[in-house]
């Protein structure tokens, strides 16, 4: 099945400063990358997703961006404010049931004002 | 629109003991999805319906854990004995058929087994 590593684990920065994290999937054949937010003790809620016909995708102070030689894609958080505090997983279909998504084990990003 | 509904948001039981979690998708979203969180992990499948039918259920316990859907809208997943390593987050999620990859969570419940 798919296997979805996610780095880093946790991650601080000053508000103001840009977050990146980054996850690599294993099977060649996905094609489709969804982010999910997660706060504290709230329902993971999908932010920004991408499919492999695009390279970027942007929706205001957050964008990802896919490479589909390397197998790798990332979040990219640009001038984080406080309220950007939270837990966010990747994911990515497994070829077998595209329907199931595997997670990330996920990123605690911690904006200090 | 409504979002998806789950309850309770918490329990606690002992171990050995039985408990039930409910899920009440989005309304016309054939596709439900349960999903455990153990604390520091992402979430992980356990069994996934397309209306009342079971698609993937390959990593749920199944000698502890059912699940059913019955006329193919609210679903409830149970555990019976619980044991201390299923306390999780168990998260309902759904959608729609045509939009599979767009899955709407429910707020979870919390489940302590002592």
């Known amino acids: 099945g798919e296997n979805v590593e996610q780095h880093p684990s946790t991650l601080s920065v000053q508000e103001g400063d840009s977050a990146v994290i980054k996850c690599t999937y294993s099977?060649?054949?996905?094609?489709?990358f969804p982010w999910y937010k997660q706060e504290l003790g709230k329902r993971p809620q999908l932010i920004i997703d991408?499919?492999?016909?695009?390279g970027e995708k942007k929706d205001q102070r957050i964008a990802v961006t896919l490479n589909k030689t390397a197998k790798h894609f990332s979040l990219h958080i640009t001038e984080t404010q406080p309220e950007d505090s939270a837990v966010y997983f990747c994911?990515?279909?497994?070829?077998?049931?595209?329907?199931?998504?595997?997670f990330g084990a996920g990123t605690t990003v911690t904006v200090r004002a | 629109e409504a979002g998806v509904a789950q309850s309770p948001r918490y329990k606690i039981i002992e171990k050995r003991q039985s408990v039930a979690f409910w899920c009440n998708p989005i309304?016309?979203?054939?596709?439900l999805y349960w999903y455990q969180q153990i604390l520091g992990q992402g979430p992980k499948l356990l069994i996934q319906?397309?209306?009342?039918?079971?698609?993937?259920d390959s990593q749920l316990p199944k000698d502890r854990f059912s699940a059913e859907r019955l006329k193919g809208v609210d679903s409830t997943l149970k555990i019976q004995p619980a044991k201390l390593e299923d306390s999780a987050v168990y998260l309902c999620?759904?959608?729609?058929?045509?939009?599979?990859?767009?899955?709407?969570f429910g707020p979870g419940t919390r489940l302590t087994v002592t």
């Open positions: 999620a759904s959608s729609l058929t045509g939009a599979r990859y767009e899955q709407y």
């Open positions: 099977d060649s054949a996905s094609n489709y």
């Open positions: 991408i499919r492999s016909n695009v």
């Open positions: 994911a990515a279909p497994q070829r077998s049931n595209d329907y199931k998504l595997s």
């Open positions: 309304s016309g979203h054939a596709t």
């Open positions: 319906f397309q209306n009342n039918g079971v698609v993937d």
